[in-house]
Each structure stands twice: as C-alpha cells, then as structure tokens.
C-alpha cells in the first residue's frame, strides 16, 4: 500500500478582515517572495489574444504561459487571504495587480490620507517615554509598532534615530545605564536587539536589588503595627486600673459625683471631664485627675 506523504510546505495565509492592513499586506508580500510570485504584483500581467499568441515563437509562448500561471497564483492567494466580507471588493479583478491595488487604495488610504497618518504616527513616536512601572519588552513592543506602521506607510526611519529616542525615553533609574551605553557604544552602529538586552539585563539586576528592599520595608511595617497595637493595649489597661482606682475612690467618698466625669471612648481611652487620662493624656501636658 502506497503512503501518503503529507504536504509540510503548505503556506498558511493570513485572512484580512478588513482590520490591520499594513501587517497583512506584509506577511502577503513575503509569501509571494518566498515563491517567486511578487513580479506579478510590481507589473500587471497583459493578456494575449489567440491570435497573438499564434505568431509567437514556442520558446515566447513558453514564457507566456509561465507569466500567466504565475499571475493567476498570486491572485489566488490574495483571494484566499481576504474574508468572505472583503472578497466581492476584488471578486472581478483580472490580475493580482489589480486586486492587490483595490486593496491598497481602499484600506491603505490615498496619499493625503497616508500623508495625516504619518504625521500622526510621527508625533506619537517624537512623544514616546516610558510609563512608570512599565517594563523595557513592552516598552520595546510599543516603539516597534510606531515604527512598523511608519515605515509600512512608505517612510522610512534608521535604526540609529530608534536607539538615539529610547535612550531619552527612559526613566530616571536608568540614567547611570544610558551614560554607561553612550560611552562605551557606538550608536551608530548599535542594534535595537542589542539595546534591548542589555536594558532587560539592567532592569533584572534592579528588580532583585528591590525585592530584598520592599521586604524589609514590609517588615519594618508590619513590626510598627505591632508595636502600635501593644501600645494601645497598655493604654487600655492604664485606663482600667484608673477607672478602677476612682470606682473605689467613689465608694470611700460618696460626696463626689463621678458620673458625669468619667467615661470611656473606644477600648483605649478614659476621660476626666476638667481632666485627660489614657491615651489622651500622653500628647497634651493637662492636669491628670483635676476638677
């Protein structure tokens, strides 16, 4: 029994939706290098009418018929790479050209319109900084997207103005890195891959020098708290035994009225009308147990 071989050089196409044309037409651009289909894209392929073809010479019409299955491939492709929503726009295109451009002119934009997203894109990138507590891979990941899309756009930007722009987008903490990098780096020659090392390198060293910090931190919080709550506790129980001392002053001389002069407030607390005992009578100099 024969076997069936599967077919692992099967491309899979990305499906356009209408949403996020510039990576879409992207990743097309590279499928149609990868098999020799993107000269099909670049010019038109002109049909021949029968008679035409009958006066050309074999090794002519040989070329011919390669150029016209080349151009009904990579129009196959860009058929299949569109949703069944986006596919009536191109449906009647003759040539890959002409269905690639439909697209181009309908979800890139004309040049006015190309022309504002740039400017756009161009002012996002000139205010990027880093946001607190954002790590440098995010980072990273947002100035390449501005890039992608400027220069998916047609404009092009060199790798040396990306690295120049990070290094002053950057927080306070990573000043002592920057000054290191532009001394010892040439940036002009520096890669984004390389920058972004190092700067992840830098930012792992300063997350294990702080977790060992926030800990004590914490620490010397939490041993605040319980030092706190001690001192309240002893607070309470001072007042207990005042309350206790004037509750059996009360019983040896009835004539004084302590009624109305003493009461609590809270669990740590007891007040003297004219006077302050407890808690209270630590942070002012009054007169304790007066009338």
């Known amino acids: 029994m024969a076997s069936i071989t599967p077919n692992y050089t099967q491309t899979l196409i990305p499906i356009f939706d209408g949403e996020g044309y510039e990576f879409w037409s992207i990743k097309m651009k590279t499928i149609f290098i990868s098999q020799d289909l993107w000269g099909a894209i670049e010019e038109a392929f002109q049909e021949a009418t029968p008679e035409e073809q009958s006066t050309w010479a074999a090794g002519r019409l040989k070329e011919y018929k390669q150029s016209m299955q080349k151009d009904a491939k990579a129009l196959s492709l860009i058929q299949q790479g569109v949703s069944n929503a986006i596919f009536p726009r191109i449906m009647n295109a003759k040539t890959a050209k002409e269905a690639w451009e439909i697209l181009k002119g309908q979800y890139k934009g004309s040049y006015k ?8 894109l161009w002012k996002d990138f000139e205010t990027l900084l880093m946001k607190e507590g954002e790590s440098i891979q995010a980072f990273f990941s947002r100035v390449s997207n501005i890039v992608n899309q400027i220069r998916s756009n047609g404009d092009t930007i060199e790798d040396k103005k990306i ?21 010892a780096k040439d940036l002009t020659k520096l890669t984004l891959v390389e920058l972004e090392g190092s700067l ?10 702080e977790k060992p910090l926030e800990q004590a931190f914490h620490l010397l919080r939490v041993e605040e708290r319980i030092a706190d709550k001690k001192r309240t506790e002893v607070h309470f129980e001072v007042g207990v035994l005042v309350l206790e001392s004037l509750t059996e002053f009360q019983k040896q001389y009835p004539m004084f009225d302590l009624e109305d002069k003493v009461q609590f407030k809270g669990k740590d607390m007891v007040m003297i009308k004219d006077g302050t005992v407890g808690h209270e009578a630590d942070d002012q100099n009054s007169e304790r147990g007066t009338w």
Do not use: G, N, Y
Not at 113 to 120: A, D, F, G, Y
Not at 166 to 176: G, Q, T, V, Y
Not at 200 to 209: D, G, L, N, S, V
């Open 200 to 209: 992840r390198a830098h930012e792992e060293r300063m997350q294990k020098c």
């Open 113 to 120: 319109v190309i022309t504002i997203k740039l400017q756009s």
């Open 163 to 183: 690295v120049q722009k990070i290094l002053r987008s950057l927080p306070a903490k990573f000043d002592h890195v920057v000054a290191a990098i532009e001394e």
